[in-house]
């Protein structure tokens, strides 16, 4: 077997008395999209935020393709090829498009103790930025201030920053999430495109979306992983059906 | 998109250059020779103001200290001055100047390493806890320069001459408005490369939302560390230039009150832009000197103007300048990106106004 690119033993968080990872373990193997999927305030975006060092876990650890991050930071966790998406957009709301994104790109391009050079001037970054921009929906909002956006505009370019770092894996929180049918499509196809590039974390309520990209599912409930498996496993498991799926193709 | 736009406005910038190039012989013609030292300070205020705007507008981070490094950079010229004029040098080994070529950068090296020890242990904290302990080590420096009785305790440093600059005649105010001039104009410049720089971009951008920042993989306390440190010499410049011009250095300068002064400035003129703290030291500096010759209770009257100015102009005089030339792609700018700069700021604002409270007593 391959070594996995995300590999996650043992993983705790408490929150005071609320255990809000309880014993994780999961894997990602490289050019997979691994699928976590569970009801809300099961600890799918707690997860997330202990991988990417935002959160630090009680217990456990967590590995990047046999690499430990157990100690450290996450701008470093970004560097070796982690990035994530946010639920909630966290993005630069006095900055345009492409200026979030040409900044993600500075910040992968090296340290930023440049004090001269104008930084809106700068080809190397307004390239790069404008190419990532191509042929998404925020193309021609290259130049809008990211307040003025769309909800679903703000989740593309949540994606596209998120690209720009150049990860390995990506740990997406609920990317369709608010978005109307034709948005989500989109996403759909956008991360089906991606899948050939980057290994994905892709935490989902669209179970259309997930049944449709993920290649494998864990359903995590109260912290915990209670099952996971192929898409038709899941699919089939009572447990599951019952703890979340809920009766027949009704979704949550 | 930022406020930098000061810079691409040419024309102006070059009209306002001219006349305060000409402003001491206008002062002198028209019988107000007052006018020159008057803005000598503003100058000076300005450098100063602007330094603190690069962490407060820029970074978003609230230094309630920065008069510490204004007091350092006039005690570093006060203490060469002594030891120049005593003969003896200072620690045995080092001997003391006039020469503002050397203390000056003295002068910034010295508050930039003041900075440099500041700030890496502040910057561990944040929010409130970052006022406050940037406050303490601020008083903590101005006890230290009021027991410091070799160096006039209480009193403060006289300082008998100006420092020297070669080939000027120093002694001249007019000479001495155009050094602070030159040097003002030269650290305009300087930054506004930098806030347009890199490094400016990742200090906005960790204003905007820190938990971004670390997602695209940015360690943000060395930089809000080097956003400090230059803003500290910056300081550390306008002090010096300050005890030059007022031929004093005292432990006043390091007061909590004029680190609160320089935030008035800040907001008065517009956070986070560039040239608003200059013209926020102008507002300041100007209503001080009238109100104050108008009652005795001018800071309360200031108070009130800060209020206004907090509440009705969203970002500052600089912005309402702007507002009231009545350019629609401004309006809508200021109002939403300040407003939320402002947020950042309401808590050392109530703060302040205490500080005028008992500043009045004081
Ligand atoms: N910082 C925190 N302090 C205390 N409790 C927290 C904190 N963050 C999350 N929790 C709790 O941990 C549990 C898991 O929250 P989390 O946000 O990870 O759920 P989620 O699976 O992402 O849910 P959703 O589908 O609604 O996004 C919830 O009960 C939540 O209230
Ligand atoms: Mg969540």
Redo the contacts with the bound molecule.
């Keep these: 077997m391959t070594q996995p690119i995300l590999n996650v033993r043992g993983l705790v968080k408490r929150?005071?008395g609320?255990l809000?990872t309880d014993h994780v373990d999961l894997t990602v193997q490289p050019g997979e999209i691994h699928a976590l999927i569970?009801?809300?305030?099961?600890?799918?975006?707690?997860?997330i935020s202990q991988l990417m060092g935002e959160?630090k876990p009680n217990e456990g650890t967590v590995e990047l393709a046999g690499q430990s991050l157990d100690a450290l930071p996450t701008a470093q966790r970004v560097g070796l090829g982690l990035a994530r998406t946010f639920?909630i957009t966290c993005l630069l709301p006095d900055y345009t498009v492409i200026d979030n994104v040409a900044l993600a790109v500075q910040v992968r391009q090296g340290h930023s103790f440049r004090f001269w050079k104008n930084v809106r001037a700068d080809h190397s970054l307004r390239d790069e930025a404008s190419t990532l921009l191509t042929g998404t929906g925020l193309e021609p909002r290259a130049n809008e201030l990211v307040a003025n956006l769309s909800h679903g505009e703000q989740k593309q370019l949540e994606l596209t920053i998120a690209l720009a770092t150049q990860p390995r894996l990506l740990l997406l929180?609920?990317p369709m999430a608010g978005l109307g049918h034709v948005e989500s499509q989109q996403m759909i196809e956008t991360l089906r495109g991606l899948k050939n590039q980057v290994s994905m974390l892709l935490?989902e309520?669209d179970m259309d979306a997930v049944f449709a990209l993920a290649d494998r599912i864990s359903v995590?409930v109260y912290?915990r992983v209670i099952a996971s498996g192929s898409v038709d496993e899941i699919r089939q498991n009572p447990e599951v059906r019952t703890a979340y799926l809920g009766e027949g193709d009704e979704l949550c | 998109m930022n406020s930098e736009t000061s810079f691409k406005r040419p024309a102006l910038l070059a009209a306002v250059l001219i006349v305060l190039i000409a402003l001491p012989t206008i002062a002198d013609a028209t019988g107000y020779s007052a006018l020159t030292s008057l803005a000598t300070r503003i100058l000076i205020y300005g450098i100063a103001a602007a330094s603190l705007n690069l962490v407060l507008g820029y970074g978003g981070l609230v230094s309630f200290g920065h008069a510490a490094f204004f007091g350092i950079g006039g005690y570093v010229v006060g203490i060469l001055y002594q030891h120049y004029s005593l003969e003896e040098p200072l620690f045995g080994f080092i001997p003391g100047t006039n020469q503002m070529l050397i203390t000056l950068p003295a002068a910034i090296l010295i508050s930039g390493l003041a900075a440099a020890a500041i700030g890496a242990l502040s910057l561990r904290t944040g929010g409130v806890q970052f006022i406050m302990i940037t406050l303490a080590f601020a008083q903590m420096l101005f006890f230290l320069f009021v027991s410091l009785k070799t160096y006039g305790g209480d009193d403060g440093l006289i300082i008998r001459r100006t420092n020297e600059l070669p080939g000027l005649n120093m002694r001249d105010k007019h000479t001495v408005y155009y050094v602070c001039l030159v040097i003002t104009a030269a650290f305009f410049a300087l930054l506004w490369r930098i806030v347009n720089s890199r490094f400016g971009n990742v200090l906005v951008g960790l204003r905007q939302s820190e938990k971004r920042m670390a997602a695209i993989g940015l360690p943000a306390y060395r930089y809000r560390l080097m956003a400090f440190i230059i803003s500290g010499m910056g300081c550390g410049l306008a002090g010096a230039l300050m005890a030059n011009f007022l031929r004093f250095a005292s432990p006043d300068m390091m007061h909590w009150t004029k680190s609160g002064e320089l935030m008035v400035m800040v907001i008065l003129g517009g956070v986070g832009t560039l040239f608003g703290p200059l013209i926020g030291a102008a507002v300041f500096i100007v209503l001080e000197t009238t109100l104050a010759s108008w009652t005795e209770n001018w800071q309360l009257a200031l108070g009130f103007i800060l209020l206004f100015v907090v509440l009705y102009t969203h970002g500052g005089v600089q912005a309402l300048v702007l507002r009231l030339a009545h350019r629609p792609e401004n309006r809508n700018r200021f109002s939403e990106s300040t407003m939320r700069r402002f947020k950042v700021l309401e808590r050392p604002l109530r703060v302040r106004k205490d500080a005028r409270r008992s500043n009045g007593k004081r």
């Design positions: 929150f005071g609320l809000a569970g009801p809300n305030g099961a600890g799918k975006t707690t997860l959160l639920q929180d609920e935490v309520h995590l912290g």
